[in-house]
């Protein structure tokens, strides 16, 4: 079977060299180490894909398909290929890169068909150092067409050489794109099923490869499927039907089909691939946006100690939280809850809206200017939960509201929808919320595209499963979170209830509504604050959960947005350290999956010169002991090396700064 395998192996090599013979496009990157080549045979269009010399994705067709016409992309000719060296510079608010220096090779391939409509398109293709990406621009006035309506589009990613991936199933398209991730053979994947993006395939020489897709607007989100043992394109119909995926207004660009690359398992978390391929900033004044560490006493239960004033959604109950994030530093309390009813006015149950749902006017008894002024006054900003679909309809009255009261920003929840009209409508509340001077957590949401670049705004997102559901269930453990690091992550900001100190083993850990526990180590937890790129990062237990406990003032001092970001140490699905740069200083997060690593932690990438660091790592007993840690402090430099001893589901964090 084994030599039945590697003959069928050199066999499609051998007619993929010979279908390639008459090549008609190649573009490589700047440093020439990937190459994408474009051809038309007798299935149509075709490219392949390789990187230092070997053939990663073998001749795979690009279709696109419309109800009027069909499939483009069967007979079809090459016009003359535009080719252009791209280079570009850029800031980033909300990011893993505060400056962004931007340089790929690009080409534009006319495209025509030779029979019936004889439509025209273009493929523009764009290649930077660190990965591939191409898309479909249909030109205005092109045969006749002004609107269009796409069916499909069926794009495939024929992988050589059997790579292992490690994806996220789902059942169909209406989902929060919340569980997790499987690592298997992608010969194994059952055909016809739906794989979430992002995904990363690593093939046996230990080159990686993860798909995803960059600047989504007014388009269908993408997925990928199994179909007739090749993957491809899927795309998320319209509401309440099948067959269209999106309605377009001509002319109109696909979102980027990117393929990230490399032989660093880690080089993708430092990749800004999809905010080079989204495009430019659209909010012209950007000195209100102001990313920041927030509350979130939902997660914690609504926590409150014995005093003289009854919890609940009150404006004492809410100062508490308040006068907490004032003294410590944080910049943000949420208003959510109180007794499982929003801080809003809804005649809904469960969370969803009634029929009078109204997210501008509060519950009796909360007044929202007092609060607003009174946080303000100690430099807190207040920001609310709200259901998409009690906001959307209410849309401008509620933003408007918003700001005469001082809301700073606001969680949306509950959109569990990816395509074309959802898309829209997001980027709709991104650029309203921008008017009114209001940030947005994108909650029960896709993934993200690269358009923090564009809408600032949004400072993080979901669609990954994550400790919330501690509440309930123990399915997000410390193996998952570092599955995540090499999949969601390589998306962009991942929100996450992050901050619970009662960190638990799977032998100690029981579910809790209230005061719920957390898998892995206190370490892990601290880890993850850096691991993430997170410009919302919560600090969801309550006050008393912090007063006085070892690793609270790491959670004060490190910040969530970055100017620089390196990958020290990766290995999947079993660990990595991140380091994250601010102004001078470096912080540095490492998590470990639910076994025990010793690793080395170099610290070469330093500037010259003498630093301090201040390390917190798990204790000698944290396996059975995990909200044990040991904080050292240390003069260190670019020649240091530090031993990082993980616990299982264990963690590190560091903050090294200039010594004076």
Not at 335 to 340: A, D, H
Request: aromatic share 12%; hydrophobic share 35%; net charge neutral.
């Amino acid at each position: 079977m084994l030599l039945f395998k590697r003959f069928s192996f050199f066999l499609s090599l051998l007619i993929a060299t010979s279908t390639f013979a008459k090549t008609r496009v190649t573009i490589t990157s700047p440093d020439k180490n990937i190459s994408f080549k474009l051809n038309v045979n007798q299935n149509g269009l075709i490219y392949r894909v390789t990187y230092k010399g070997n053939l990663l994705v073998s001749d795979s067709r690009l279709s696109i398909s419309f109800k009027k016409g069909g499939e483009f992309g069967s007979n079809v000719s090459l016009g003359k290929p535009v080719f252009r060296k791209m280079e570009e510079d850029y800031d980033l608010i909300v990011g893993k890169a505060s400056h962004v220096h931007s340089l790929s090779n690009e080409v534009m391939v006319p495209v025509t068909e030779t029979t019936g409509l004889k439509r025209a398109l273009n493929i523009e293709i764009r290649i930077f150092n660190d990965g591939a990406a191409f898309r479909y621009v249909i030109p205005g006035n092109s045969g006749g067409w002004q609107k269009a309506e796409i069916t499909d589009e069926a794009d495939a990613f024929n992988l050589t050489n059997y790579p292992t991936a490690l994806t996220l199933f789902r059942e169909n398209y209406t989902t929060s794109h919340e569980g997790l991730y499987d690592r298997m053979p992608v010969g194994k994947i059952k055909n016809d099923t739906l794989m979430d993006l992002p995904a990363l395939f690593e093939y046996p020489k230990g080159i990686y490869l993860a798909i995803t897709e960059a600047n989504l607007l007014d388009y269908a989100g993408m997925y990928l499927i199994k179909h007739n043992g090749v993957l491809q394109t899927s795309l998320s119909p319209l509401p309440h039907q099948k067959e269209i995926k999106a309605i377009i207004t001509l002319p109109h660009s696909s979102p980027w089909r990117v393929m990230e690359i490399s032989d660093r398992a880690g080089a993708f978390i430092e990749s800004n691939i999809l905010t080079n391929l989204a495009e430019p900033c659209r909010i012209k004044d950007l000195s209100w946006i102001k990313p920041g560490k927030t509350t979130f006493p939902w997660w914690n239960g609504n926590v409150s100690p014995d005093t003289s004033w009854a919890p609940g959604n009150n404006y004492d109950f809410n100062m508490y939280y308040v006068n907490f994030c004032a003294k410590y530093g944080l910049g943000y309390h949420t208003v959510v809850e109180y007794g499982l009813h929003e801080w809003y006015v809804n005649d809904g149950a469960g969370f969803q809206p009634g029929p009078h749902a109204d997210p501008s006017r509060a519950v009796p008894g909360l007044d929202m200017r007092q609060l607003c002024d009174s946080a303000a006054k100690v430099g807190v900003g207040i920001r609310v939960w709200v259901h998409f679909y009690a906001l959307y309809p209410k849309l401008d009255e509620t933003f408007a509201q918003y700001e005469k009261w001082g809301i700073k920003g606001l969680m949306c929840d509950f959109m569990d929808r990816d395509d074309q009209e959802m898309v829209n409508m997001q980027v709709e509340i991104l650029e309203k919320a921008a008017q009114h001077h209001l940030h947005i957590q994108f909650h029960g949401a896709y993934k993200p595209t690269g358009l923090a670049r564009t809408y600032p705004n949004e400072f993080t997102r979901e669609g990954t499963l994550n400790y919330e559901n501690h509440k309930w269930n123990d399915a997000v453990t410390p193996d998952a979170d570092v599955n995540i690091a090499f999949t969601r992550l390589l998306a962009g900001s991942t929100d996450y209830h992050l901050g619970g100190f009662r960190a638990a083993n799977a032998k100690t850990f029981k579910v809790h509504y209230t005061a719920p526990m957390d898998l892995g180590t206190r370490c892990h937890m601290l880890g993850m604050y850096v691991v993430l790129e997170n410009e919302q990062g919560m600090v969801c237990d309550y006050p008393d959960a912090y007063i006085n406990q070892p690793g609270f003032d790491f959670l004060q001092k490190v910040p969530l947005t970055w100017d620089e970001t390196k990958v020290l140490n990766a290995k999947v699905p079993e660990y990595v350290t991140i380091a994250r740069r601010k102004g001078d200083e470096w912080y540095i997060g490492t998590i470990s999956n639910n076994t025990a690593h010793q690793i080395q932690t170099s610290l070469s990438f330093l500037p010259p010169g003498d630093y301090t660091a201040e390390i917190y790592s798990d204790a000698s007993d944290a396996d059975t002991n995990p909200n044990h840690l040991v904080k050292v402090v240390q003069k260190v430099n670019n020649q240091t090396v530090i031993a990082t001893n993980l616990a299982a589901g264990g963690g590190q964090a560091m903050r090294v700064f200039k010594t004076k």
